[in-house]
Every structure is written in C-alpha cells, then in structure tokens.
Nanobody, 113 residues
Framework: QVQLMESGGGLVQVGGSLRLSCAAS????????IAWYRQAPGKERAVVAT???????NYAESVKDRFTISRDNAKSTVYLQMNSLKPEDTAVYYC???????WGQGTQVTVSS
C-alpha cells in the first residue's frame, strides 16, 4: 500500500527557510519520479519541483534558485529545501507519485511579512 506523508511545514518570516519532507512507504523512491505541488487559496494546484528516478530535477520558474528537491534513498524520503521564502510561497504543499497517482495529505506553509 502506497503512502506519502509530508511534514516540515509551518509559519516563517519573509526571507526564511523551511525543509519539507515526504516520507514514502510502499514505494521505492529511487525507482520512480516524485513531485512536490502546492495549492494556494483560490488557486489551482501547481507543480513546484520534480525528481526523476535518475536523479534529474526540474523546477517551476517561480522557485528556481530558491528551492531544491532531493532524495534520501535509504530513508525513502524526498525533501524540498525552501530558501528566501516569499509571501507568495504560502500554500499547502503536497507530495505526489505520478506512477501510482497518489497524493499525500499536504502540509501548510505560511510566509508572513
């Protein structure tokens, strides 16, 4: 049974940093792509970053050079390091497995000015 569990969200000031974690079970994270999405109030869910099975990464233009997606195969966990946070980064962040079409429950990130 596939499960993705996000953690690490919270309240942070502008310019601060957070690291989100996506702990996976029932799926080998090194075998399949994992993506981070976010959904702000009143907006559609949008992809933030993706890491492929080969370790290649892709980012939304709005987070390039600020966010970094990475993976720890031994811990079966995918991370999203978020630096230089802006108010427009405020959203619920979700972990997603395209292979299994499975979403985590999400974690709230709030950036205050």
């Amino acid at each position: 049974q596939v499960q993705l569990m996000e953690s690490g969200g919270g309240l942070v000031q502008v310019g601060g940093s957070l690291r989100l974690s996506c702990a996976a079970s029932g799926i080998t994270v090194s075998f399949y792509s994992i993506a981070w999405y976010r959904q702000a109030p009143g907006k559609e869910r949008a992809v933030v970053a993706t890491i492929t099975s080969g370790g290649s990464t892709n980012y939304a233009e709005s987070v390039k050079d600020r966010f970094t997606i990475s993976r720890d195969n031994a811990k079966s966990t995918v991370y999203l390091q978020m630096n230089s946070l802006k108010p427009e980064d405020t959203a619920v962040y979700y972990c997603y497995s395209p292979r299994y079409n499975y979403w985590g429950q999400g974690t709230q990130v709030t950036v205050s000015s």
